[in-house]
């Protein structure tokens, strides 16, 4: 046999091969989807002003399916929720998502093969109503969610607010089935488009504590604890902290947060200090607890160690998927480079970066 057929067929076996791989990976995504609910928006029954208008009922489905997309989008671009990072208020949680073409094809076999789906149903009325801003007549939207828990749920707005109307019924829509999906959308958001982004989340944490017993909160104190970190609104967020490591004393992202909110508030520095070696105890390669850490012996005027921290975090980080990583440990650095006693002192080892940790 001569060489180039055997480099012939060597090439020919590769191909089938990885045409095989191909199916099983294309394969997999598709059962997958398949097997994870779906959700479908049922045409809405409108009266006819609004038909009129041009808000049919395929419209108002197609509006409401938009939004749920738009929700998805946006939410999908993070992690799934059990793997919850929360940094400096930095909150990232989803559901897994899968590239829109598969997805499309695969939703046109769902009802056709009997798979789970939601479906949501329902339409808007004229409502004669005694509320000052329905003086000129208002729309109520129902909405029937036929899911493993049917619900029943409305929204009334003034006529003339029929787009915030469809908005917020879909986005009821989106909290019935997933609100942990609606909540990470809201951080995720930038905050002008989504300017009542607190009352939201309060909204959505209110929905999961409501549910006894709830494996989830922890989840959702630590939540509003970092969404009050945001505002820097230290004592509520520690609060907060504080009712989710009642429940779960180990939780690292709850120690992490409390430390980040502890080392702003004048004579706690010392037991954010605790907190955040507590968490790096549970996560030791949390880049970004070693940033709130190196923040926390800042404030305890031990700035060497800090800084010899912050490098430590650098090496870290680095080693991290670039998604994952964060402009924090670099502005963190860049700061006590310029005051830390020891800005020219050689790398710290990984021994002495433990150390300080410890």
């Given at each position: 046999m001569k060489w180039f057929e055997v480099f012939d067929r060597t090439i020919s076996?590769?191909?089938?091969?990885?045409?095989?791989?191909?199916?099983?990976?294309?394969?997999?995504v598709v059962a997958f989807e398949l097997t994870d609910a779906s959700v479908t928006i049922d045409e809405m029954s409108v009266p006819s002003d609004l038909a009129n208008q041009g808000y049919t009922p395929s419209v108002v489905a197609h509006e409401i399916l938009d939004e749920w997309a738009n929700i998805s989008t946006v939410a999908t671009t993070t992690k799934r929720r059990q793997e919850i990072s929360l940094g400096h208020g930095q909150v990232e949680l989803s559901l897994p998502a899968v590239e829109l073409s598969i997805g499309s094809i695969v939703d046109s076999f769902r009802s056709r093969l009997g798979f789970p789906q939601e479906h949501v149903r329902g339409g808007i009325v004229n409502t004669v109503s005694t509320d000052p801003k329905c003086a000129n007549g208002c729309y109520t939207f129902l909405l029937d969610l036929d899911g493993p828990t049917p619900d029943h749920f409305s929204i009334t707005e003034p006529k003339e607010n029929i787009n915030q109307l469809i908005r917020e019924a879909s986005r009821l829509a989106v909290e019935k089935l997933d609100p942990y999906l609606l909540a990470n959308y809201y951080y995720a958001s930038k905050?002008?488009?989504?300017?009542?982004?607190e009352q939201e989340v309060y909204r959505l944490v209110a929905v999961v504590l409501a549910t006894k017993p709830s494996d989830d909160d922890t989840w959702a104190y630590t939540l509003l604890g970092a969404m009050l970190n945001k505002q820097e609104r230290w004592p509520e967020a520690v609060s907060n902290f504080n009712n989710a490591l009642a429940i779960d004393p180990h939780f690292a992202p709850a120690l992490n947060s409390r430390c980040w909110a502890k080392a702003h508030i004048p004579g706690e520095v010392g037991d954010a200090i605790v907190d955040c070696r507590a968490a790096l105890g549970f996560d030791p390669d949390s880049f970004e607890t070693m940033d709130s850490l190196a923040f926390a012996l800042e404030q305890n005027n031990q700035r060497g160690a800090a800084f010899d921290l912050i490098r430590c975090a650098l090496r870290v980080e680095q080693r991290a998927p670039p998604?994952?990583?964060?402009?924090?440990v670099e502005q963190t650095y860049a700061r006590l480079r310029l005051s830390a006693p020891n800005a020219r002192s050689p790398e710290p080892t990984e021994a002495a970066c433990k150390a300080i940790t410890r």
């Amino acid at each position: 046999m001569k060489w180039f057929e055997v480099f012939d067929r060597t090439i020919s076996l590769a191909a089938r091969l990885f045409a095989v791989a191909l199916g099983f990976a294309v394969g997999a995504v598709v059962a997958f989807e398949l097997t994870d609910a779906s959700v479908t928006i049922d045409e809405m029954s409108v009266p006819s002003d609004l038909a009129n208008q041009g808000y049919t009922p395929s419209v108002v489905a197609h509006e409401i399916l938009d939004e749920w997309a738009n929700i998805s989008t946006v939410a999908t671009t993070t992690k799934r929720r059990q793997e919850i990072s929360l940094g400096h208020g930095q909150v990232e949680l989803s559901l897994p998502a899968v590239e829109l073409s598969i997805g499309s094809i695969v939703d046109s076999f769902r009802s056709r093969l009997g798979f789970p789906q939601e479906h949501v149903r329902g339409g808007i009325v004229n409502t004669v109503s005694t509320d000052p801003k329905c003086a000129n007549g208002c729309y109520t939207f129902l909405l029937d969610l036929d899911g493993p828990t049917p619900d029943h749920f409305s929204i009334t707005e003034p006529k003339e607010n029929i787009n915030q109307l469809i908005r917020e019924a879909s986005r009821l829509a989106v909290e019935k089935l997933d609100p942990y999906l609606l909540a990470n959308y809201y951080y995720a958001s930038k905050p002008a488009d989504e300017p009542n982004r607190e009352q939201e989340v309060y909204r959505l944490v209110a929905v999961v504590l409501a549910t006894k017993p709830s494996d989830d909160d922890t989840w959702a104190y630590t939540l509003l604890g970092a969404m009050l970190n945001k505002q820097e609104r230290w004592p509520e967020a520690v609060s907060n902290f504080n009712n989710a490591l009642a429940i779960d004393p180990h939780f690292a992202p709850a120690l992490n947060s409390r430390c980040w909110a502890k080392a702003h508030i004048p004579g706690e520095v010392g037991d954010a200090i605790v907190d955040c070696r507590a968490a790096l105890g549970f996560d030791p390669d949390s880049f970004e607890t070693m940033d709130s850490l190196a923040f926390a012996l800042e404030q305890n005027n031990q700035r060497g160690a800090a800084f010899d921290l912050i490098r430590c975090a650098l090496r870290v980080e680095q080693r991290a998927p670039p998604a994952k990583r964060s402009g924090s440990v670099e502005q963190t650095y860049a700061r006590l480079r310029l005051s830390a006693p020891n800005a020219r002192s050689p790398e710290p080892t990984e021994a002495a970066c433990k150390a300080i940790t410890r």
